[in-house]
């Protein structure tokens, strides 16, 4: 069956650090991957759309790559700040007609400051 | 701030009671999209729309109906709600150029 796995577990990092998030998936091939931040009690907000043809794509301190041969995408948030504490979730497209997401579970990020 | 609107961000209803939730958007978007969410769990998605006049159902069962009347109004009906309707309900829409789903604030749905 197809599947997303992002570590539920939360990931606790201090202030100025580098996070890294990790999603891996299952039987998929995936035109595009996504990321999203989403807050307590709110909807998701998109971040970051990596294609399959793109290893790496950068925006401000957001870094993601995305290995097509290791079925797996990392997220990057560089210098780290408190503000960057939420859910991140990948989603990767699983219709092409209707533009339709399957996402992970998310992992919490923590900043300490 | 994407312009996507969900009513209400709160309702608490009794057993047995018929419930619409709203959702609209100002973005022309062709493509919305119901998903369900559990705290602390993932997004299922429940109904889709390619269009006026399309809905379709999602990868997660559920006893919900949609409708899509209008390009910008994708309202969501429970005729009987039940407690394990208890959940968030989040609704988001797509463009035909861009990929990315903008979400609405979600409606937090307490059924006692």
């Known amino acids: 069956s197809q599947k997303i796995e992002q570590n539920s577990e939360a990931l606790n990092i201090q202030e100025g650090k580098t996070a890294t998030l990790t999603c891996n998936y299952t039987n998929y091939s995936p035109a595009y991957l996504q990321w999203y931040r989403q807050d307590p009690g709110r909807g998701p907000v998109f971040l970051l759309l990596?294609?399959?043809?793109?290893k790496e794509k950068r925006k401000e301190r957001l870094k993601v790559t995305f290995d097509t041969t290791l079925k797996q995408s990392l997220f990057h948030i560089t210098a780290s700040q408190p503000a960057d504490s939420a859910t991140y979730l990948c989603?990767?497209?699983?219709?092409?007609?209707?533009?339709?997401?399957?996402f992970g579970g998310g992992t919490r990020l923590m900043v300490k400051p | 701030e994407a312009d996507i609107y969900q009513t209400p961000r709160y309702l608490v209803i009794g057993t047995g009671k018929k419930i619409t939730l709203e959702c609209s958007q100002t973005m022309g978007h062709d493509k919305m999209y119901w998903y369900q969410q559990d705290p602390g769990m993932e997004l299922h998605l429940i109904h889709y729309?390619?269009?006026?006049?399309?809905?379709e159902k999602g990868d997660l069962s559920s006893e919900s109906t949609v409708s899509r009347i209008r390009t910008e109004h994708f309202p969501l009906t429970l005729e009987s709600a039940r407690p394990s309707h208890t959940s968030q309900y989040l609704c988001?829409?797509?463009?035909?150029?861009?990929?990315?789903?903008?979400f609405g604030p979600g409606t937090r749905l307490t059924v006692t």
């Open positions: 990596i294609r399959e043809n793109e």
């Open positions: 988001a829409s797509s463009g035909d150029i861009s990929y990315e789903q903008y």
């Open positions: 989603a990767l497209r699983t219709n092409n007609a209707g533009n339709m997401l399957t």
């Open positions: 729309s390619y269009g006026v006049n399309s809905t």
